[in-house]
C-alpha cells in the first residue's frame, strides 16, 4: 500500500517523534528533579512559580512557539530537523515536565529514606525514583511523540517533510477522504498501539495520586554533573517561556495594538467562547460520567474501555473534520449540520478524552469513606450529590473543563472545516493574518491567547492544589 | 454550600446563553460564501456588499495551512447538502475540480459580459477575473540590480548560490498550479527536470507563499517565487525588496486569475445571483487591484499600482484546461520528488 519512499519517510518521522518524546521528557526529568534536591528554600521557591508558568505554557499553539525561534534560527542559518526538533521540544515541554512531575509525586517517602540509610542519594535516585516514576514519564513521551507526530506546521517551517504532510498532500490532491485515510493507518496504527501502552500504566498513576506523597525526606544530594544538567534544563526552560512572549511583545510594539486587535477580532473571540464554553461543558459532563462507569469495572473491560476512549487521540485533525462533514452532510442526519454543534462535536472527539482523564484522576482522589458515610446518611441521592459529592468533584471539573476550553479556543485542523458559514475562532483568525503577514495584529491576538491560557491555567492549578495539599 | 449552589447557577446561566448565542441564527435574506480569497481583503468587500443590498453575508474563510484545498473539499463532502451559495477562489484549479465533481451550478453573470471567453468555463459553471500573477521576489540590500535574476531558470543557474533562494511546496496552492503550467508548457521530460534540479541544488522548499515572502523580506534568501499579493504586501510595507515579473522575453508568467461560482443546490440561490453580480464587476475588479488582491485584470481597467512594474504581463501560452489536465501527475510527482 506504502511504497518505499513513504516507508522512509514513516520511519523517519517516527524516529523524529521519537526523539522529540525522548528530549522532552529528558528534559523535564532533570527540570522536575531539581525541587527534590535543591537545598536553598529560596531556589526552591522560586523553581514553584517557575514550574507552574512553564507547565501552563501547554496550552501555548506551537505555531507561537515556532514565529518566535524562527526569527532566531532564521537570523544563524539553523534549520533542518535540529531547529524543528528544538521548537517542538519547546512547544512540548510543559508535558514533559508535568508527567516528571507526576512521576517524582508518586514516590513514597519511607522508601526514599529507607534507601538513604543504604545508600548514596545518587542510587536512591536510579534505582528507586526513577523505576517508580517511569510509568508517569514514559506517558509523557508517549503524548509528546503522538503530538510530534501529527503536526507538520511547525517541520513545514523549518524544511522539514514529515508523514503527516504527505497524508495531507494526498488529501489535497485527490479530495476525498478515503485514500488519506488508508495513508494515515500506519500512523493510526502506531498510535494506538502507544495509546494501549499508556493505558496500562494507567490504575498504578492513579493509585499514586490517590496516596499523596509529601517529600518530608528531601532535598536528595546529587554529584556535580546531575546538578549541571538540571541548571541546563531550567534554562531550558527559561527559554521556553521567555522566548514567545519577549518575541510577541517586541512584535505588537505597544498595548493599544493589543487592544485593536481584540477589537478587530471581537466576532471571532465572542464566537471562540461560546464554542469553547460549549464543548467544555458537554466534554466534562460525559467524562464525568464515563469516569464514575469506568472506575467500577473490573480491570480487563476497564482497560479495553481506557483504549477506546482514548483512541480519537490518535486521529488526526483533518480526518476528524472531514469525517463528520462526510457523515453529518448525509440525508436524515443533518440536523445539526451547519450549526455551532458540529464544531463543539468535533472538539468534543479530539478533546473529552483529555477530560475523562483529569475526572478519572480527581474520582480516584476522592476519599471513599467519606462517599460511604454520605450513602448512608443522606435525606436523598439529590441531596448527598448537591451537598458532599458535587464539591468533591468540583476542582477536578473545573480542572477539565479548562483544559478543553484552551484545547478548543486553539484547534484548527477540525474546527476549519466544520464551523458554520459567517462564524469562525481566534485562531483561524490568527492563521488568516499570519498569511497576511499582519505580524502586530498576530502578535496582539497571540498574546490575547496567551493571557487567556495563563489565566485558566493558573485557575486549574489552585484548584488541584486545594484537594492535593503540597502537591 | 452557597458558593456551590452559587457556582452551578452560574454555571447554569453562562451554558444557557452560549446554547442560545449557538442557536440563534439571523432571519431574512442572506448567502453563504465559501472564499479562499485571504480574510484581511475579503471581508471588507463583503461588508460593503451587505451595506449596499440589505443581504447578510455568511463567510467562510480558509487559511493558508489547509493550503486551500480546505474549503472546496468541504464542497464536495457536503455535495448531499450544500450549505455554501457561492465559492470564491483565489485560483481556478480548485474550482474546475469542483466543477469535474458536479457541484457547481451555471450562472452567466451579466457582470461578466466584458470578460473574455478564455476566462469563462465553457457551461457558464465558473467565471474568472482579477488575475494574480506568479513572480521573482528579490532582497535589494542582497542583490544589486544587475544581478536581479529575470527568468525562474535563474533557480538552476550555477553561478547563483541555491541556498540563497526559495519556493513554497510545490504539491500545494499556486506554486502547484505553476509547476502544472510548467509541464504543460515544456513537457513533462523538461519541466519534471526542471524541478528535480531545483531540488538536487538545495534550493530552499518552505511552507507557503506567505513564508517566502518573509524570508526575502528580512534578507534570510535573496529572492524566491511568490504571488503578487504576496509580494506586494512586503512592497507596500516598504522592505527592502522589488517585484520580477520573468520570463518576459521568452515563455511568460503564470497568471491565475480569481474564480466565482454557483454551488448547485445551495440554499439562496436568488442571493447568491447577486452576490456574484456583484463580485464580478469592472469595478470590483478595480477595487480588489487598488486593495492589493488582484494586480492583473482581464479586461481593460485604467490602473497602475506602485507595486507591479508598468506595462503588459506577458502571460504564459497555455490554457486553465490544459494545467488542470497535468494537475494530479504533477501533485504526485511534485511529493515524489521534494517529499523526502
Given at each position: 500500500m506504502?511504497?518505499?519512499?513513504?516507508?522512509?519517510?514513516?520511519?523517519?518521522?517516527?524516529?523524529y517523534?521519537?526523539?522529540?518524546g525522548?528530549?522532552?521528557?529528558?528534559?523535564g526529568v532533570f527540570?522536575?528533579?531539581?525541587?527534590?534536591?535543591?537545598?536553598?528554600?529560596?531556589?526552591?521557591?522560586l523553581?514553584?512559580?517557575?514550574?507552574?508558568?512553564?507547565?501552563?505554557?501547554?496550552?501555548?499553539?506551537?505555531y507561537?512557539?515556532?514565529?518566535?525561534?524562527?526569527?532566531?534560527?532564521?537570523r544563524?542559518?539553523?534549520?533542518?530537523?535540529?531547529?524543528?526538533?528544538?521548537?517542538?521540544v519547546?512547544?512540548?515541554l510543559?508535558?514533559g515536565?508535568?508527567?516528571?512531575?507526576?512521576?517524582?509525586?508518586?514516590?513514597?517517602?519511607?522508601?526514599?529514606?529507607?534507601?538513604?540509610t543504604?545508600?548514596?542519594?545518587s542510587?536512591v535516585?536510579?534505582?528507586?525514583?526513577?523505576?517508580?516514576?517511569?510509568?508517569?514519564m514514559?506517558?509523557?513521551?508517549?503524548?509528546?511523540?503522538?503530538?510530534?507526530?501529527?503536526?507538520?506546521?511547525?517541520?513545514?517551517?523549518?524544511?522539514?517533510?514529515?508523514?503527516?504532510?504527505e497524508?495531507?498532500?494526498?488529501?489535497?490532491?485527490t479530495?476525498?477522504?478515503?485514500?488519506?485515510f488508508?495513508?494515515?493507518?500506519?500512523?493510526?496504527l502506531?498510535?494506538?498501539?502507544?495509546?494501549?501502552?499508556?493505558?496500562?500504566?494507567?490504575k498504578?498513576l492513579?493509585m499514586?495520586?490517590?496516596?499523596?506523597?509529601?517529600?518530608?525526606?528531601?532535598p536528595?544530594?546529587?554529584?556535580f554533573?546531575?546538578?549541571?544538567?538540571?541548571?541546563?534544563?531550567?534554562?531550558?526552560?527559561?527559554?521556553?517561556?521567555?522566548?514567545?512572549?519577549?518575541?510577541?511583545?517586541?512584535?505588537?510594539a505597544?498595548?493599544?495594538?493589543?487592544?485593536?486587535?481584540?477589537?478587530q477580532?471581537?466576532?471571532?473571540?465572542?464566537?471562540?467562547?461560546v464554542?469553547?464554553?460549549?464543548?467544555?461543558?458537554?466534554?466534562?459532563?460525559?467524562a464525568?460520567?464515563?469516569a464514575?462507569?469506568?472506575?467500577?469495572?473490573?480491570?480487563?473491560s476497564?482497560?479495553?474501555?481506557?483504549?477506546?476512549i482514548?483512541?480519537?487521540?490518535?486521529?488526526?485533525?483533518p480526518?476528524?473534520?472531514?469525517?463528520?462533514?462526510?457523515?453529518?452532510?448525509?440525508?436524515?442526519?443533518?440536523?445539526?449540520?451547519?450549526?455551532?454543534?458540529?464544531?463543539?462535536l468535533?472538539?468534543?472527539?479530539r478533546f473529552?478524552?483529555?477530560?475523562?482523564?483529569?475526572?478519572?484522576?480527581?474520582?480516584?482522589r476522592?476519599?471513599?469513606?467519606?462517599l460511604?458515610?454520605?450513602?448512608?446518611?443522606?435525606k436523598?441521592?439529590?441531596?448527598?450529590?448537591?451537598?458532599?459529592y458535587?464539591?468533591?468533584?468540583l476542582?477536578g471539573?473545573?480542572?477539565?473543563f479548562?483544559?478543553?476550553?484552551?484545547l478548543?479556543?486553539g484547534?484548527?485542523?477540525?474546527?476549519?472545516?466544520?464551523?458554520?458559514?459567517?462564524?469562525?475562532?481566534?485562531?483561524?483568525?490568527?492563521y488568516n493574518?499570519m498569511?497576511?503577514?499582519?505580524?502586530?495584529m498576530?502578535?496582539?491576538?497571540?498574546?490575547?491567547?496567551?493571557?487567556?491560557?495563563?489565566?485558566?491555567?493558573?485557575?486549574?492549578?489552585?484548584?488541584?492544589?486545594?484537594?492535593?495539599?503540597d502537591? | 454550600?452557597?458558593?456551590?449552589?452559587?457556582?452551578?447557577?452560574?454555571?447554569?446561566?453562562?451554558?444557557?446563553i452560549?446554547?442560545?448565542?449557538?442557536a440563534?441564527?439571523?432571519?431574512?435574506?442572506?448567502?453563504?460564501?465559501?472564499?479562499?480569497?485571504?480574510?484581511v481583503?475579503?471581508?471588507?468587500i463583503?461588508?460593503?456588499?451587505?451595506?449596499?443590498?440589505?443581504i447578510?453575508?455568511?463567510?467562510v474563510?480558509?487559511?493558508?495551512?489547509?493550503?486551500t484545498?480546505?474549503?472546496?473539499?468541504r464542497?464536495?463532502?457536503?455535495?448531499?447538502?450544500?450549505?455554501?451559495?457561492?465559492?470564491?477562489?483565489?485560483?481556478?484549479?480548485?474550482?474546475i475540480v469542483?466543477?469535474?465533481?458536479g457541484?457547481?451550478?451555471?450562472?452567466?453573470?451579466?457582470?461578466?459580459?466584458?470578460i473574455?471567453?478564455?476566462?469563462?468555463?465553457?457551461?457558464?459553471?465558473?467565471?474568472?477575473?482579477?488575475?494574480?500573477?506568479r513572480?521573482i521576489?528579490v532582497?535589494?540590500d542582497?542583490?544589486?540590480p544587475s544581478?536581479?535574476?529575470?527568468?525562474?531558470?535563474?533557480f538552476?543557474d550555477?553561478?547563483?548560490?541555491?541556498?540563497?533562494?526559495?519556493?513554497?511546496?510545490?504539491?500545494f496552492?499556486?506554486?502547484?498550479?505553476?509547476?502544472?503550467?510548467?509541464?504543460?508548457?515544456l513537457?513533462?521530460?523538461?519541466?519534471?527536470?526542471?524541478?528535480?534540479?531545483?531540488k538536487?541544488?538545495?534550493?530552499?522548499?518552505?511552507?507557503?507563499?506567505?513564508?517566502t515572502?518573509?524570508?526575502v523580506?528580512?534578507?534570510?534568501?535573496a529572492?524566491?517565487?511568490?504571488?503578487?499579493?504576496?509580494?506586494?504586501?512586503?512592497?507596500?510595507?516598504?522592505?527592502?525588496?522589488k517585484?520580477?515579473?520573468?520570463?518576459?522575453?521568452?515563455m511568460?508568467?503564470l497568471?491565475?486569475?480569481?474564480?466565482?461560482?454557483?454551488?448547485?443546490?445551495?440554499?439562496n440561490?436568488?442571493?447568491?445571483?447577486?452576490?456574484?453580480?456583484y463580485?464580478l464587476?469592472?469595478?470590483m475588479?478595480?477595487?480588489?487591484?487598488?486593495?492589493?488582491?488582484?494586480h492583473i485584470?482581464?479586461?481593460p481597467i485604467?490602473?497602475?499600482?506602485?507595486?507591479?512594474?508598468?506595462?503588459?504581463?506577458k502571460?504564459?501560452?497555455?490554457t486553465?484546461?490544459?494545467?488542470?489536465?497535468?494537475?494530479?501527475?504533477?501533485?504526485?510527482?511534485m511529493i515524489?520528488?521534494?517529499?523526502?
Open positions: 506504502i511504497g518505499t519512499r513513504q516507508l522512509m519517510l514513516f520511519v523517519r518521522t517516527l524516529f517523534s521519537l526523539g522529540t525522548a528530549l522532552v521528557m529528558i528534559v527540570a522536575a528533579s531539581a525541587l527534590w534536591t535543591f537545598h536553598q528554600k529560596k531556589l526552591t521557591r523553581l514553584k512559580p517557575l514550574f507552574i508558568l512553564s507547565c501552563v505554557m501547554i496550552f501555548v499553539p506551537p507561537v512557539h515556532a514565529l518566535a525561534w524562527a526569527d532566531l534560527f532564521y544563524y542559518g539553523i534549520e533542518g530537523f535540529g531547529a524543528s526538533l528544538w521548537v517542538m519547546m512547544a512540548l510543559p508535558m515536565l508535568g508527567f516528571s512531575l507526576l512521576g517524582f509525586y508518586l514516590v513514597e517517602d519511607a522508601m526514599v529514606e529507607a534507601g538513604r543504604l545508600n548514596r542519594d542510587a535516585m536510579s534505582a528507586i525514583i526513577l523505576p517508580i516514576a517511569m510509568p508517569a514514559l506517558t509523557g513521551m508517549i503524548f509528546a511523540f503522538l503530538w510530534t507526530l501529527h503536526d507538520f506546521s511547525v517541520p513545514s517551517l523549518f524544511f522539514v517533510n514529515i508523514y503527516s504532510l497524508i495531507f498532500a494526498k488529501y489535497s490532491a479530495n476525498h477522504p478515503f485514500e488519506p488508508m495513508l494515515s493507518l500506519p500512523m493510526m502506531v498510535a494506538t498501539i502507544m495509546i494501549v501502552f499508556i493505558s496500562g500504566f494507567t498504578k492513579m499514586g495520586l490517590r496516596k499523596g506523597q509529601t517529600r518530608d525526606a528531601l536528595l544530594h546529587m554529584p554533573w546531575f546538578k549541571c544538567l538540571q541548571t541546563i534544563a531550567i534554562g531550558i526552560l527559561i527559554l521556553q517561556i521567555a522566548v514567545p512572549v519577549i518575541s510577541l511583545i517586541v512584535k505588537v505597544t498595548p493599544s495594538n493589543i487592544w485593536l486587535s481584540i477589537l477580532a471581537r466576532r471571532e473571540l465572542g464566537f471562540t467562547l464554542l469553547s464554553t460549549l464543548t467544555a461543558t458537554l466534554s466534562v459532563i460525559v464525568l460520567f464515563l464514575r462507569k469506568v472506575i467500577g469495572m473490573e480491570k480487563r476497564r482497560l479495553l474501555i481506557w483504549v477506546c482514548l483512541l480519537p487521540l490518535a486521529i488526526p485533525a480526518l476528524v473534520g472531514i469525517g463528520l462533514v462526510t457523515l453529518f452532510s448525509q440525508p436524515g442526519l443533518g440536523l445539526i449540520y451547519g450549526t455551532i454543534w458540529m464544531p463543539v468535533a472538539n468534543m472527539i473529552a478524552p483529555l477530560a475523562f482523564i483529569t475526572m478519572s484522576v480527581q474520582l480516584k476522592m476519599d471513599q469513606s467519606l460511604d458515610s454520605v450513602s448512608v446518611f443522606q436523598n441521592q439529590m441531596h448527598g450529590f448537591i451537598n458532599v458535587f464539591p468533591m468533584v476542582p471539573i473545573t480542572a477539565a479548562m483544559v478543553v476550553f484552551i478548543t479556543t484547534e484548527l485542523g477540525a474546527t476549519l472545516l466544520v464551523s458554520p458559514p459567517g462564524r469562525s475562532t481566534l485562531t483561524m483568525r490568527i493574518y498569511h497576511y503577514g499582519s505580524s502586530q498576530i502578535a496582539g491576538l497571540c498574546l490575547t491567547m496567551l493571557a487567556l491560557s495563563l489565566s485558566a491555567g493558573l485557575i486549574v492549578y489552585r484548584l488541584f492544589r486545594k484537594t492535593g495539599g502537591q | 454550600m452557597r458558593n456551590v449552589k452559587k457556582m452551578l447557577l452560574v454555571l447554569c446561566v453562562f451554558l444557557m452560549a446554547m442560545l448565542l449557538g440563534c441564527s439571523a432571519k431574512g435574506r442572506e448567502v453563504v460564501i465559501y472564499t479562499s480569497v485571504d480574510q481583503f475579503a471581508e471588507d463583503l461588508r460593503e456588499f451587505e451595506e449596499e443590498t440589505g447578510k453575508v455568511k463567510p474563510f480558509d487559511v493558508e495551512a489547509t493550503k484545498v480546505g474549503l472546496a473539499n464542497v464536495i463532502a457536503e455535495k448531499d447538502k450544500p450549505q455554501a451559495d457561492v465559492f470564491w477562489s483565489g485560483e481556478f484549479i480548485m474550482t469542483l466543477a469535474n465533481e457541484v457547481l451550478t451555471p450562472y452567466a453573470s451579466p457582470s461578466a459580459n466584458d473574455p471567453a478564455i476566462y469563462k468555463d465553457p457551461d457558464n459553471l465558473w467565471t474568472g477575473y482579477a488575475g494574480r500573477a513572480v521576489f532582497n535589494t542582497l542583490l544589486s544581478e536581479y535574476p529575470t527568468s525562474i531558470f535563474d538552476l550555477p553561478d547563483r548560490d541555491p541556498s540563497q533562494m526559495a519556493i513554497a511546496q510545490p504539491m496552492g499556486t506554486t502547484m498550479t505553476q509547476a502544472a503550467a510548467l509541464y504543460a508548457y513537457g513533462e521530460e523538461e519541466a519534471r527536470d526542471f524541478y528535480e534540479q531545483l538536487a541544488r538545495g534550493v530552499k522548499v518552505v511552507d507557503g507563499n506567505s513564508v515572502r518573509d524570508m523580506a528580512a534578507g534570510q534568501v529572492f524566491a517565487l511568490t504571488d503578487t499579493d504576496d509580494a506586494c504586501t512586503s512592497v507596500n510595507k516598504g522592505d527592502p525588496v517585484v520580477i515579473i520573468p520570463d518576459q522575453d521568452a511568460g508568467t497568471v491565475i486569475p480569481n474564480t466565482v461560482a454557483m454551488v448547485k443546490g445551495g440554499p440561490p436568488e442571493e447568491a445571483k447577486v452576490l456574484i453580480d463580485l464587476t469592472k469595478e475588479e478595480k477595487k480588489l487591484i487598488e486593495r492589493g488582491w488582484s485584470p482581464v479586461r485604467d490602473i497602475e499600482t506602485d507595486c507591479i512594474p508598468r506595462g503588459e504581463i502571460n504564459m501560452n497555455v486553465f484546461e490544459e494545467i488542470f489536465n497535468y494537475r494530479d501527475m504533477v501533485n504526485q510527482q515524489e520528488i521534494f517529499v523526502k
